[in-house]
């Protein structure tokens, strides 16, 4: 099992790679940071923006391969280049890493754990009151896009602190600025601007979550060997916890990996509407802005973090099922 | 019988609802008793509601199914008694076997733990984790499991289905109850395992004196483990006896024919097919659910429907049960072809010599590391059989043998990994593009299932004319060949313009028939064509193919598990072991005298349909499992489960670096087997049987 998982981990570096190669070389093509000197005021010099160009390595004048060469050069010394501003590109990674991480991390866990939970009681419940509200929550929520969900969010408690008559839920930004006290204050009111972004990239993993859950409970619910553990003398519903839940979760670890990749998606237009100073908002600034360093960086996380949660789907389907281990 | 009764059913009703919301009665008024350390034997084809009964006992209907009528375990009501109230009895008074130990096993526990798991559920003071582990693996050790701890630290896929029912028959004794309900417990597994299985499932029971119902389709294993039967029939019980009385003297015409298409191992003898099929649930008219396809029908039986009545505890729902007692099943239903006695001589059609295959082990892909050779699994090592024309071969062998790899490699009509294959006088490794056209249609096949090789969207008749198509044959041809062929398989040519779903699985299987046979093959290859169907239908087919092979039908090669089958139906038989050919010859030889230890093994545990007999029989119970597909070795593959190489001495060396080749008895004979002792009459060094207190009966 440790060789397969290993493996996967190779294959994952290898894919890596590719993906952050393909990542320059179409950021190279669509993004243009000339036109962003060119349109300096006052107009610079065609030998400024040149020398500018030359500085950040995006010289269009050299080839892109040439220049995705010297890139990876530094990137695989721990240098990811500079944005069009002139800062480290490093810096502005560090400081934004956490704040997507955070987003993402309880996004992630909170809806996947609340889709399973739904998913089960759908399940149980199924052809019931419970299981048809569910299902049209879930098609709701499917069906509209995320930054759509994320401003009526917002509208929704701009509309309720004006009706509270003091600011209840905040919205914008990760923290209040300037803020001081003790480190409960600080918490609570992390907690406070974390709760609108997390609930939307969280209800995003509940609306599919439920659904996979749904049908792998269903099938788990009709199965020989829940009938057997009645059979010793569980009840229906011990029987399901102690011997439905796990198997019904072995599915659904191969959609967390692929599942992921859309709620970092998600997360991108989130993080934008709230005001966070994450990953997302980021690459939407430096995409205007033709930075083609930061761009490729922020690439460069997305495919860690989609790799990552491939290789943990991997982990948990094996820890869940013995007959994966093996093979 | 004088011991307490356990378990008593008065008018049980169950009934399925439908996508209308009608209620499908499946079970009308079934009932029994079941007396303390007593084995029921419930016997039927398939719909005709046992699994039903079995499962409404332990209130394990699926959802949308109701139950009515009383069962009383111990004077508790089972039928409406609270989920709550029925748990604390499911597993400590009334324990469940099932038919598939994989899927009713938990994939992600340990089978210790789940047999550990029931103990815990109801022994109080409940026991530590330990202490249930220790008890499970004396479990495992009751059910005469070898090494019983490492069967208990296995997950259910890494089990054998033999050790996985034994292991499942563990956790029903559990708690030592006083029923046991086994609904079809042997029904997937190979007949040497079978009879470790009802081995195993007899010790337990005599263990924990517990009452059996053992619901079964298979009348040989029904004859060999009950004391009384009981005969289901379209959701009723239509005659109940003690076993002896019921297999020598049935009272109903149904338990008659059944017992007459029941294929015998130890005698070729004309089957008796009952026609029709059993209604479909609901379906039945006023009188008699058997009344439509019952020869000795009066008009009371499609008026009222007959309570069971009789003598003796022999009881039986019919009125014209007197009437039965001078009827045979040869003379009350149509017989079918008598089986053929003298095989054809023809010339050689198909001759397989040597021949190899091997599969890739799964996992280590190239894509990065170093490149290593894959290990491979040999699933054939060394084949070798012949097939004349008009000729009727047998290939038998336990699962994973290699019977279907065989026939697989026959038909890619390819160059085998090595080895030769050579049919109609070409060998397949020097095939031009027209040859195998012209093979293409020369070999045909028919495989297991019929539900899914047939497309379900196509007509019979498209499903019929495709290889004429394929063959090119000119349209007005096909048109004029499709009913032809649809009378020559017993179907109505009306039936042409339907689709495959509305056939039952015996009709299925006869269109698939003519499938086969519309392009006039010469060879006809045939997958277990019979192991899904129910013995009253397969009863039918084995006829259809007797029928055939007297009107000069294609040369067969008929691979089956099953050897009962192989009596009534081949000429020749070819057994395989391990992917090797073990024993070859004409039937009446390998029956009456088998040489290959082996052989006389897998004939000694078919079931008998015949309670004295079965009895009386010495049955080699084979230690082991079949093997695995294995790597290339030296010596005989079967010597880990050979009775004859365990009481050798030191010539013992030779089965193990003496890959045996096969041999005949004389040069003449054609029955060779490939064993260095070999049972011959002439007190050989392997002689077996014959002495009964080596080899002690089962029962």
Same mark, same amino acid.
């Given at each position: 099992m440790v060789g397969r998982l290993s493996r996967r981990l190779a294959h994952g570096a290898l894919l890596l790679l590719c993906s952050v190669f393909l990542s320059y070389v179409i950021a190279s093509a669509a993004l243009s940071p000339r036109a962003y000197f060119e349109d300096r005021q006052p107009?610079?010099? *065609?030998?400024?923006?040149?020398?500018?160009? *030359?500085?950040l390595g995006t010289d269009d004048r050299t080839p892109v391969l040439a220049r995705f060469g010297q890139w990876s050069w530094r990137a695989v010394h721990g240098d990811l280049g500079r944005t069009v501003d002139g800062d480290a590109v490093n810096a502005e990674f560090g400081r934004r890493i956490g704040v997507s991480t955070r987003l993402l991390l309880i996004g992630t866990l909170v809806g996947t754990g609340l889709g399973v939970l739904a998913g089960v009681w759908a399940a149980v419940r199924r052809h019931r009151l419970p299981d048809r509200a569910l299902t049209v929550f879930s098609f709701l929520v499917l069906s509209v896009p995320t930054f759509v969900l994320a401003l009526l969010f917002k509208e929704g408690a701009l509309w309720f602190n004006q009706s509270a008559g003091h600011t209840v839920i905040r919205y914008t930004g990760e923290r209040t600025p300037g803020l001081t006290g003790s480190l409960a204050t600080h918490v609570k009111d992390r907690a406070v601007h974390l709760a609108l972004p997390a609930a939307t990239v969280a209800l995003c993993a509940v609306a599919s979550y439920s659904r996979y859950q749904r049908a792998a409970t269903l099938d788990v619910l009709g199965s020989d060997h829940l009938r057997t553990a009645q059979a010793k003398g569980l009840t229906p519903g011990r029987a399901l916890l102690r011997h439905g839940l796990r198997t019904s979760l072995i599915p659904l670890t191969t959609f967390f990996s692929f599942g992921f990749l859309t709620l970092f998606t998600g997360a991108v237009f989130t993080e934008q509407i709230f005001g966070w100073p994450g990953m997302g908002s980021w690459f939407m600034e430096s995409a205007q802005k033709g930075d083609i360093n930061s761009v490729v960086a922020v690439n460069l996380f997305a495919a860690v973090t989609v790799l990552l949660a491939?290789?943990? *789907?991997?982990?948990?389907?094996?820890v869940l099922d013995p007959r994966v281990r093996s093979r | 019988m004088t011991a307490p009764t356990v378990l008593e059913v008065k008018d049980l009703r169950v009934s399925y609802g439908d996508a209308g919301g009608r209620a499908l009665p499946v079970v009308r008024g079934v009932g029994f008793t079941l007396r303390r350390g007593e084995v029921l034997g419930l016997v039927g084809e398939s719909g005709a509601g046992k699994t039903a009964t079995a499962l409404a006992l332990l209130g394990l209907l699926p959802p949308g199914a109701r139950a009515g009528g009383s069962a009383r375990l111990l004077g508790t009501e089972l039928i409406g008694l609270p989920v709550r109230e029925l748990a604390r009895l499911?597993?400590?008074?009334?324990? @469940?076997? +099932?038919?598939?130990? !994989?899927?009713? +096993?938990?994939?992600?526990?340990? =089978?210790?733990?789940?047999?550990? &798991?029931? !103990?815990r559920i109801h022994q109080r003071p409940r026991p530590t984790g330990e202490l249930a582990r220790?008890?499970? @693996? &004396? !479990?495992? &050790?009751?059910?005469? =499991?070898?090494?019983?701890?490492?069967?208990a630290r296995s997950y259910p896929h890494e089990l054998s289905g033999g050790l996985r029912q034994r292991a499942m028959i563990a956790m029903a004794i559990a708690n030592a109850p006083d029923v046991i309900v086994a609904d079809e417990p042997t029904s997937a597994l190979d007949a040497t395992v079978q009879a470790q299985v009802l081995d195993a499932l007899d010790g337990a029971r005599r263990a924990t004196g517990a009452a059996l119902l053992l619901v079964s389709h298979d009348l040989g294993v029904i004859a060999g483990t009950a004391d009384r039967v009981a005969v289901m029939y379209a959701g009723r019980i239509v005659e109940t006896a003690p076993v002896d009385a019921l297999f020598a003297t049935p009272r109903m015409p149904y338990t008659l024919g059944l017992l007459g298409s029941v294929p015998r191992p130890d005698a070729a003898v004309p089957l008796t097919p009952i026609p029709g099929t059993p209604p479909a649930p609901g379906g039945a008219g006023p009188g008699c659910a058997f009344a439509p396809r019952c020869p000795l029908v009066a008009a009371q039986c499609r008026t009222e429907e007959p309570r069971l009545a009789g003598s003796a505890g022999h009881l039986a729902a019919c009125v014209r049960q007197d009437a039965l007692a001078e009827c045979s099943a040869a003379g009350l239903f149509p017989a079918s072809a008598p089986p053929r006695r003298t095989p054809p001589g023809g010339a050689p059609l198909l001759r397989v010599t040597g021949l190899a295959k091997s599969y890739p082990l799964p996992g280590r892909s190239a894509a990065l590391g170093r490149r290593r050779p894959r290990q491979r699994r040999l699933a054939l090592e060394r084949v070798d059989l012949e097939v004349r024309r008009g000729e009727t071969v047998a290939l038998v062998g336990e699962s994973g043998s290699g019977k279907t790899s065989t026939l697989m490699e026959i038909i890619a009509l390819g160059a085998p990994e090595s080895g030769s294959i050579e049919i109609a006088g070409y060998d397949t490794s020097a095939l031009s593009r027209a040859d195998v056209r012209r093979l293409r249609g020369a070999v045909q096949i028919l495989v297991q299932d019929p539900m899914a090789s047939l497309d379900p969207r196509m007509r019979v008749a498209d499903l019929v004319a495709e290889p004429l198509h394929a063959q090119r044959y000119p349209k007005a041809a096909i048109a004029a060949k499709v009913p032809e062929l649809l009378r020559r398989v017993g179907l109505d040519a009306s039936d042409a313009e339907r689709r495959p779903h509305r056939f039952s699985g015996g009709q299925r299987q006869r269109i698939a028939l003519a499938r086969a046979l519309a392009v006039g093959p010469e060879l006809l290859l045939l997958d277990e064509p019979v192991s899904a169907l129910d013995v009253s239908v397969q009863a039918g087919i084995l006829d259809l193919l007797r029928r055939l092979r007297a009107e000069h039908g294609p040369a067969c090669l008929f691979v089956t598990h099953d050897l009962a089958v192989v009596r009534q139906i081949a000429d020749r038989v070819v057994v395989m072991y391990g992917g090797r050919t073990v024993e070859s010859g004409a039937v009446p030889d390998v029956f009456g005298a088998p040489r290959h230890p082996y052989t006389r093994a897998l004939l000694s545990a078919v079931p008998l349909p015949d309670p004295p007999a079965a009895r009386a029989r010495v049955r080699v119970v084979l230690p082991g499992e079949p093997p695995e597909a294995a790597e290339r070795s030296a010596g005989c593959r079967f010597r880990g489960r050979c009775p004859v190489y365990a009481a050798l001495g030191v010539e013992r060396t030779r089965c193990e670096q003496v890959t045996p080749v096969p041999v005949g008895a004389d040069p003449l004979s054609g029955h060779t087997a490939a064993c260095h002792f070999p049972h011959d009459t002439e007190g050989a060094p392997g002689r077996l049987g014959s002495e009964p207190e080596e080899h002690p009966p089962v029962r």
């Open positions: 107009r610079p010099s *065609a030998a400024t923006v040149n020398h500018e160009l *030359a500085l491939g290789f943990v *789907a991997d982990v948990l389907h094996a | 499911r597993g400590r008074h009334i324990a @469940m076997v +099932f038919q598939d130990p !994989l899927a009713a +096993f938990n994939p992600a526990q340990r =089978v210790g733990d789940q047999i550990g &798991e029931a !103990l220790r008890r499970a @693996m &004396e !479990l495992l &050790e009751g059910v005469r =499991v070898p090494d019983p701890a490492r069967v």
